[in-house]
């Protein structure tokens, strides 16, 4: 396969091949060889140079870019504007009429999981800040679910409760009571607060314990089935965990059921739904169009998952106002898979070595000591940082790219030092791999943008802040880091490549690949706490809103793409169907 001559657009006229090159796709690291690996010869550059590189197979792209592409903003704005204001007007409403405290929190809990949050910040904060102010009701009565539904809504909007209102439903061992094993809602709500935990907290520790320990045992054919519903899905995965416009979808539906459901909050639901889709499917045509055009959907070394990157995007930060921030970091988390592939799949050792000085150093002079597909590669990132830095400048006033410039230096320098242990054999220990693979997982360059991509108060303090990592963006890379090794390990080990954490763990402590899971399973949810003490501490500089939910919702999206397998790596239908709900199919407005 010819390198796409989009892509030699991006090499120097002095250095692109007079015709078209041989077979330049295939797979990595020539010096230490998987049994199974598949070969294929591969001219390298203009001089046709071969070298036997391994293939990992990747599946093809499951969308038809063609579908993609034609996609528009096909739900009329225009017809639904009258209609979306006064409903919203009247859900306004809703806030200033008399209810006491529980259903306060049960109204905001339910437009939030709506996916309507966004549109009542202000109505929200003020209600939660008199909540909290006057908490003696709720904090003094014996309502399990009362009590869970303040503690995880407070401690969502950045209010420290403390784990103390949990202690008067305990016993004197120190454990729950047993009474409260047969009260459903309290389970279910204690079971959702426990994931707003700080590590630390054991009161809050035991409450995940028995919470779920007891819904578990729950024989759900006794119990209504709209609970049971509830349940299921909170086992599946708790609200915290989950990216809003998953949530969103599913619980319209559910709402749609209940007989107190307010009919234009619902119907708000399904219209906000609507056009903000109307909006996300502009924008992926818009990505589709720049891929094709770039020619990378024709690069078979690597994954093609456009429109799975665009999703990851779009749950870290939907609301329909950051149009460039997804649509440019869209662009990055491609850069990020097309480099990494690289390293993972096509180069030799010393083509890498010499990548990563380039890419380090910043500098194309003498970049036709690359590769040509090497060379087209990174000459396709490092134009795409400067049009992002460029678009910063202008918009901003900030110049961004020596910090950019950074994270990819110490991106590519996490990834040759994976290299270099696969090559040289090394088994490193899970500490030492997960020190080094919180870099190389590409989260960081994403977290870096998703500052200065969405803030309107963009300081240097800020960005000088954010590029020193903070701990929410180091929790959160760790978190998909984590992930993504509990689900691709298998699948990647099978191909030749890298050790991953269950590996390393595994190597390490003989342990079971069973016990392995467990294990990284716990350390996800120790990174979790360690993240919402995060949140809680670092909304130091003005904008930084959308920047802390940006990191919390990657970790979200990595909880939901790897939960049933590689989505990512693999593409297959779980992805298909969130994409398809997410993105693509409209909610029925009857």
């Given at each position: 396969?010819?390198?796409p001559?989009?892509?030699?657009n991006?090499?120097?006229?002095s250095?692109?091949?007079?015709?078209?090159s041989?077979?330049?796709?295939g797979?990595?690291?020539?010096?230490a060889v998987?049994?199974?690996?598949r070969?294929?010869?591969c001219?390298?550059?203009?001089e046709?140079?071969?070298?036997?590189r391994?293939?990992?197979?990747?599946?093809?792209?499951?969308?038809?870019?063609?579908?993609?592409?034609s996609?528009?903003?096909?739900?009329?704005v225009?017809?639904?504007?009258?209609?979306?204001?006064?409903?919203k007007?009247?859900?306004?409403?809703?806030?200033?009429?008399?209810?006491?405290q529980?259903?306060?929190?049960?109204?905001?809990?339910?437009?939030q999981?709506?996916g309507?949050?966004?549109?009542f910040?202000?109505?929200?904060?003020n209600?939660?800040?008199?909540?909290y102010?006057?908490t003696?009701?709720?904090?003094l009565?014996?309502d399990?679910?009362?009590?869970s539904?303040l503690?995880?809504?407070l401690?969502?909007?950045g209010?420290?409760?403390?784990?103390?209102?949990?202690?008067?439903?305990?016993?004197?061992?120190?454990?729950f009571?047993?009474?409260f094993?047969?009260d459903?809602?309290?389970?279910?709500?204690?079971?959702e607060?426990?994931?707003?935990?700080?590590?630390?907290?054991?009161?809050?520790?035991?409450?995940?314990?028995?919470?779920s320990?007891h819904?578990k045992?729950?024989?759900?054919d006794?119990?209504p089935a709209?609970?049971a519903?509830h349940?299921?899905h909170?086992l599946?995965m708790?609200i915290?965990?989950?990216?809003?416009?998953?949530?969103a979808?599913?619980?319209m539906?559910?709402?749609?059921?209940?007989?107190?459901?307010?009919?234009?909050?619902?119907?708000?639901?399904?219209?906000?739904?609507?056009?903000v889709?109307?909006i996300h499917?502009?924008e992926?045509?818009?990505m589709?169009?720049?891929?094709?055009?770039?020619?990378?959907?024709?690069m078979?070394?690597?994954?093609?998952?456009?429109?799975?990157h665009y999703f990851?995007c779009c749950?870290?930060?939907?609301?329909?106002?950051?149009?460039d921030?997804?649509?440019?970091?869209?662009?990055?988390?491609n850069?990020?898979?097309?480099?990494?592939?690289?390293y993972?799949?096509?180069?030799?050792?010393?083509?890498?070595?010499?990548l990563?000085?380039?890419?380090?150093?910043?500098?194309?002079t003498?970049?036709?000591k690359?590769?040509?597909?090497i060379?087209?590669c990174f000459?396709?990132?490092?134009?795409?940082?400067?049009e992002?830095?460029y678009w910063?400048?202008?918009?901003?006033?900030?110049?961004?790219?020596?910090y950019?410039r950074?994270?990819?230096?110490?991106?590519?320098?996490?990834?040759?030092?994976?290299?270099r242990?696969?090559?040289?054999?090394i088994?490193?220990?899970?500490?030492?791999y997960?020190?080094?693979a919180v870099?190389?997982?590409?989260?960081?360059?994403?977290?870096?943008g998703?500052y200065?991509?969405?803030?309107?108060?963009?300081t240097?303090?800020?960005l000088?802040?954010?590029?020193?990592?903070?701990?929410?963006?180091?929790?959160?890379?760790?978190?998909?880091?984590?992930?993504?090794?509990?689900s691709?390990?298998?699948?990647e080990l099978?191909?030749?490549?890298?050790?991953?954490?269950?590996?390393?763990y595994?190597?390490?402590?003989?342990?079971?690949?069973?016990a392995?899971?467990e294990?990284?399973?716990h350390?996800?949810?120790?990174?979790?706490k360690?993240?919402?003490?995060?949140v809680?501490?670092?909304?130091l500089?003005?904008?930084?809103?959308?920047?802390?939910?940006?990191g919390?919702n990657?970790?979200?999206?990595?909880q939901c793409?790897?939960q049933y397998?590689?989505?990512?790596?693999?593409?297959?239908h779980e992805?298909?169907?969130?994409?398809?709900?997410?993105?693509f199919?409209?909610?029925?407005?009857?």
């Open positions: 396969m010819a390198l001559a989009s892509l030699t991006f090499l120097p006229s250095i692109r091949p007079s015709q078209p041989r077979s330049l796709f797979r990595p690291r020539s010096a998987s049994p199974g690996a070969f294929t010869r001219a390298l550059n203009v046709d140079q071969d070298v036997a391994r293939s990992a197979n990747w599946k093809p792209s499951v969308w038809d870019y063609g579908f993609v592409q996609l528009d903003a096909d739900f009329a225009d017809k639904y504007t009258e209609q979306v204001h006064r409903l007007e009247e859900v306004k409403g809703q806030f200033h009429r008399e209810m006491n529980v259903a306060e929190l049960e109204f905001i809990d339910v437009v999981r709506l309507l949050g966004y549109h910040e202000t109505e929200i904060k209600a939660l800040i008199s909540i102010n006057n003696e009701d709720v904090q009565s014996d399990l679910y009362a009590a539904l503690f995880r809504l401690r969502q909007h209010y420290n409760v403390p784990q103390d209102v949990f202690q008067r439903f305990m016993n004197k061992t120190g454990t009571d047993e009474s094993k047969k459903v809602k309290g389970l279910l709500g204690l079971y607060a426990s994931f707003h935990g700080l590590e630390g907290e054991t009161i809050v520790d035991e409450a995940w314990n028995f919470a320990k819904l045992d729950l024989n759900l006794e119990v709209n609970v519903s349940v299921s909170a599946d708790p915290h965990w989950r990216p809003n416009r998953l949530e979808r599913w619980f539906h559910m709402y749609g059921k209940q007989q107190d459901r307010i009919p234009s909050l619902l119907r708000l639901a399904k219209l906000d739904f609507n056009l889709q109307s499917k502009k992926v045509s818009n589709a169009r720049w891929w094709v055009e770039l020619g990378a959907n024709k078979t070394f690597c994954r093609d998952r456009l429109v799975e990851w749950a870290m930060v939907f609301e329909p106002q950051y149009t921030f997804r649509e440019m970091t869209t662009k990055l988390t850069m990020v898979t097309l480099i990494d592939d690289i993972d799949v096509y180069g030799t050792l010393e083509e890498l070595e010499l990563t000085d380039f890419i380090v150093r910043w500098d194309i003498d970049i036709d690359l590769p040509l597909t060379r087209a000459l396709a990132l490092y134009n795409t940082t400067n992002i830095g910063t400048i202008r918009e901003r006033g900030i110049n961004p790219i020596p950019m950074k994270v990819w230096a110490d991106e590519c320098k996490a990834y040759i030092k994976e290299a242990w696969y090559n040289n054999g088994k490193p220990t899970l500490k030492e997960m020190d080094n870099d190389s997982v590409g989260g960081m360059i994403v977290l870096l998703s200065f991509l969405t803030t309107d108060k963009l240097e303090e800020g000088d802040y954010v590029s020193k990592i903070p701990s929410l963006m180091h929790c959160s890379s760790k978190i998909l880091r984590l992930n993504n090794d509990l691709t390990s298998s699948y099978a191909q030749g490549d890298n050790f991953k954490a269950l590996k390393c595994m190597n390490e402590t003989g342990a079971s690949e069973e392995a899971q294990h990284i399973r350390l996800v949810r120790e990174t979790w360690r993240m919402n003490r995060a809680f501490e670092n909304n500089y003005p904008g930084f809103g959308p920047f802390l939910n940006a919390l990657l970790a979200r999206a990595s793409f790897c397998g590689d989505e990512h790596g693999l593409s297959d992805t298909k169907v969130h994409i398809m709900s997410a993105l199919e409209p909610v029925p407005l009857d």
